[in-house]
């Protein structure tokens, strides 16, 4: 039998495992836990309860005014939290769900301000991987979950990056494996005018939802944005200095010997490959978005004075890949 010891200094030492159980017992205890989807690992936690969703925030050492995502597993089971949705909004919902793409909607009284951060709308999300859809079928109450990394560092893609991380702090973890997507859900909202837009790049091109609903507006950059307070302009970070460059343009002097680099397809000449990531020999962007927040934190760990990285080609996931790479180096 796994024991569970809250010690007094209320720290705990997070376990890793199957147990939906478990999950559900901690869930109902109001203690966050690590849960997987299929775009980052999630800190999750009961979205009606602010003792719970408070956690989140104190955990994360997360600013309040950073609104949490709701995830839930039907689109019936939306209608408990939310008002109206727009009609653009259901044929997404129709078109991409289970998956990673996230509605702003209209929340209703259920939803408590601090997930939303005072915000009329509600982030909601039905992830695509089997344990938490099982996990959420089997709860009376939907999940708010942040990515499971402090504030502003790289989002975990696996079980053991949550425990490197917050192994103190939650004390239990659910196992899913390595996450497919590799980088988060795209955000979706609809303005004023009903116009959509997208406030966060991610996980579905902006091509893919243009398919489905025509033109929409793009707002990603938006530190200053009330629509998207959490999309600061520096995220996604490694604690090691992290610098676009140009391999074209890209002169590695010997005098530095402990750098490494980002590659997209192939390593930079003259530095060791030991020190040297590539996201995907293929050029594929689907691989590359999978391997992306590894590869980013296995370089952090290497102690090195300095990550070089290339953009990749700005198209498709491309620009998402992007996004966070120019986050993770802004200062
Ligand atoms: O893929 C994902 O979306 C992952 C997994 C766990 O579902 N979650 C995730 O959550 O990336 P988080 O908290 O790291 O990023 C959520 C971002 C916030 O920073 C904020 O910009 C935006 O979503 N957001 C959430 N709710 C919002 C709201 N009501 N209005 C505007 N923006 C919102
Ligand atoms: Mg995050």
Known sequence: MEVFILMKTNTFEAQIGTSLELACSFLYSNLPIGIPTETVYGLAANAYEPMAVARIFEIKNRPTFDPLIVHTYSIEALSEFTKAIHPKAMLLAERFWPGPLTLLLPKNHK??????????????RIPAHPVTLDLLRSLPFPLAAPSANPFGYISPTTATHVKDQLSDKIPYILEGGKCTIGVESTIVGFDEYLKPTIFRLGGISIEEIEAVIGKVEIKPFSSSNPHAPGMLKSHYAPRTPFFIV???????????????TLCFREPFPNIPKAFQKVLSTKGCLKEAAHNLFCAMRELDSL???????????DVGLGKAINDRLKRAAAK
């Open 303 to 313: 102690g090195l004075e300095a990550i070089f990285c290339e953009l990749v080609p």
């Open 111 to 124: 939803i408590p301000d601090l997930v939303t951060s005072g915000l009329p709308n509600v982030g909601v």
């Open 246 to 260: 140009q391999r074209q343009s890209f002169y590695f002097s010997d005098a530095l010997n402990a750098v490494g």
